[in-house]
């Protein structure tokens, strides 16, 4: 029986793996590179990266690509500069937490792969935060206070919004791990977004909105940003799952897209207008941040 060209695939990528022609850390092939080289689909090249990702042997770095896993059961190295386990302070312990959320993700974040990065005991962190839960909150407290609101602080209420918003998307594409992580019923006690909320009510005081009102245009600046920016984690998820980028992955939706242009017609002319369309996350925030501003300026001016 003839072997599937998705397993003749990532058996000759574990052999490169195996004789050192591709070591921990380096960039393996793209999907659209190995549809080339083999001459397969590339539903048939994503497959193969999927099987590779799902044994460990690639993993995919945001910004950097689908990259050769550190051997399983290797123990972390400590990074270049880390001090001794007896000068561990909560500073150091969130920014190695904050280091592998961003490279792997927050459901990769373990008190264990924290300590490994500092070279350090898993129990000596207890000595610093109380859990994964707290170090979290931690964490989103210390990456928000990464990108400080402006010190004038502009004099409009719709100026001040839209610095506020402007600020918290900044932090959200350095730290996407975030989006996940700041629920809108369970607010995370951050001193530093305690300061966006400061920042707009004390703009919004002179609009004459009641307190609930005031409270809700808050919680919608909040929730549109964080909305939007959930989908920078989401795809970088769907990336590691599958290999695939969101280009590769439209590419492969050709079939579809005919069925919607027989289906739906309003749909296929603004596709046959459009042609080639970018779906930007910056340029959708941008947007939708200007028609959010242009809404509540409905409901405000009139005050």
């Given at each position: 029986m003839e072997t599937p060209p998705h397993a003749r695939i990532t058996a000759d990528i574990k052999q490169r793996v195996a004789d050192g022609r591709l070591r921990p850390?380096?960039?393996?092939?793209?999907?659209r590179q190995l549809a080339r080289d083999w001459n397969v689909a590339l539903a048939t090249a994503a497959k193969a990266l999927t099987l590779l990702a799902r044994e460990g042997v690639v993993v995919a770095e945001p910004r950097v690509g689908t990259v050769v896993a550190e051997r399983p059961g290797t123990p972390a190295k400590p990074r270049p500069g880390t001090t001794a386990e007896h000068e561990l302070t909560r500073r150091r312990v969130i920014g190695a937490a904050i280091e592998i959320a961003d490279a792997e993700g927050l459901s990769e974040l373990t008190m264990r792969a924290v300590a490994g990065r500092l070279g350090a005991a898993t129990m000596s962190l207890y000595r610093?935060?109380?859990?994964?839960?707290?170090?979290?909150?931690l964490m989103v407290d210390a990456a928000f206070a990464e990108f400080p609101l402006p010190a004038e602080r502009p004099e409009g209420w719709r100026e001040r919004l839209e610095s506020s918003a402007r600020v918290q998307w900044a932090a959200y594409r350095a730290h996407p791990w975030m989006a996940g992580a700041t629920p809108l019923t369970r607010p995370v006690p951050s001193a530093a977004l305690l300061q966006h909320s400061e920042f707009v009510l004390e703009a919004l005081q002179a609009t004459g909105l009641d307190a609930g009102t005031r409270m809700y245009v808050v919680i919608l600046i909040y929730s549109f940003v964080q909305g939007v920016a959930a989908h920078i984690e989401l795809e970088q998820q769907a990336r590691a799952a599958t290999g695939v980028t969101d280009e590769e992955w439209m590419t492969g939706q050709e079939e579809f897209l005919r069925g919607v242009k027989a289906t739906s017609p309003a749909f296929a002319g603004v596709l046959d207008e459009l042609g080639e369309f970018d779906m930007d996350l910056d340029r959708l925030f941008t947007f939708g941040l200007e028609s959010l501003l242009d809404g509540l300026t409905k409901l405000i001016e009139p005050h």
């Amino acid at each position: 029986m003839e072997t599937p060209p998705h397993a003749r695939i990532t058996a000759d990528i574990k052999q490169r793996v195996a004789d050192g022609r591709l070591r921990p850390g380096e960039r393996v092939p793209s999907t659209r590179q190995l549809a080339r080289d083999w001459n397969v689909a590339l539903a048939t090249a994503a497959k193969a990266l999927t099987l590779l990702a799902r044994e460990g042997v690639v993993v995919a770095e945001p910004r950097v690509g689908t990259v050769v896993a550190e051997r399983p059961g290797t123990p972390a190295k400590p990074r270049p500069g880390t001090t001794a386990e007896h000068e561990l302070t909560r500073r150091r312990v969130i920014g190695a937490a904050i280091e592998i959320a961003d490279a792997e993700g927050l459901s990769e974040l373990t008190m264990r792969a924290v300590a490994g990065r500092l070279g350090a005991a898993t129990m000596s962190l207890y000595r610093h935060v109380g859990g994964k839960d707290d170090l979290v909150m931690l964490m989103v407290d210390a990456a928000f206070a990464e990108f400080p609101l402006p010190a004038e602080r502009p004099e409009g209420w719709r100026e001040r919004l839209e610095s506020s918003a402007r600020v918290q998307w900044a932090a959200y594409r350095a730290h996407p791990w975030m989006a996940g992580a700041t629920p809108l019923t369970r607010p995370v006690p951050s001193a530093a977004l305690l300061q966006h909320s400061e920042f707009v009510l004390e703009a919004l005081q002179a609009t004459g909105l009641d307190a609930g009102t005031r409270m809700y245009v808050v919680i919608l600046i909040y929730s549109f940003v964080q909305g939007v920016a959930a989908h920078i984690e989401l795809e970088q998820q769907a990336r590691a799952a599958t290999g695939v980028t969101d280009e590769e992955w439209m590419t492969g939706q050709e079939e579809f897209l005919r069925g919607v242009k027989a289906t739906s017609p309003a749909f296929a002319g603004v596709l046959d207008e459009l042609g080639e369309f970018d779906m930007d996350l910056d340029r959708l925030f941008t947007f939708g941040l200007e028609s959010l501003l242009d809404g509540l300026t409905k409901l405000i001016e009139p005050h």
